[in-house]
């Protein structure tokens, strides 16, 4: 009786040169002609350029979805125009109580604004900050609550990254302000 040994070897060849995608995300608001900010438009207005290639967008929020605004200071806040009824803005003393409040809130957007320079190195990566003052944050706050998050995969995270709108009939001269 003969006996056959039979051995199988697996090799796995891996291309060193395949580049690691990784999530990003932009936040866009659309004026129009005169200033207003134009609601309702969809992924399919937008398209994302990064280094010349176009980029799928692969998560979307609506312009006026529901945002978390935590402004850091310990100061009291000047008026602060209404927002939606589940928007929200938080005043913290501090970056941690800030990332601890935004933390418990169901809302999917987030923002952290600062109202004197602060390291923002510690602020998770989804969670948009803005640097301003105390005669602006207003207008921030309005312009925070009116931006669409657009998201895609990146191949190259230090990336820039530009975002064009593709004009719509009936809705005039469009301008997208990304940041």
Known sequence: MKRFLFCCVLVLTIDASAQVSSKRSVDVSVT?????????????????????????????????????????SSEPLPAIPALGAQDEVIQAPSV??????????????????????????????????????????PKWVIELAYQYRIEFESSAPSAG???????????GSLKPNWK
Do not use: W
């Open 161 to 171: 990254v530009e975002v064009v709108l593709k004009q719509t009939v009936g809705l």
């Open 32 to 72: 129009d002609a005169l200033g207003r900010f134009v609601t309702h438009l969809e992924p399919a207005n937008f398209e994302v350029i990064e280094n010349g290639a176009r980029r799928a967008i692969t998560a979307f929020s609506e312009a006026g979805s529901p945002i978390s605004i935590a402004v850091v």
């Open 96 to 137: 941690a109580e800030a990332l601890r409040r935004l933390g418990a809130s169901k809302n999917s957007r987030k923002a952290i604004m600062f109202l004197a320079p602060a390291d923002t190195q510690a602020i998770p990566a989804g969670i948009q900050t803005v640097q301003t003052n105390r005669e602006t944050l």
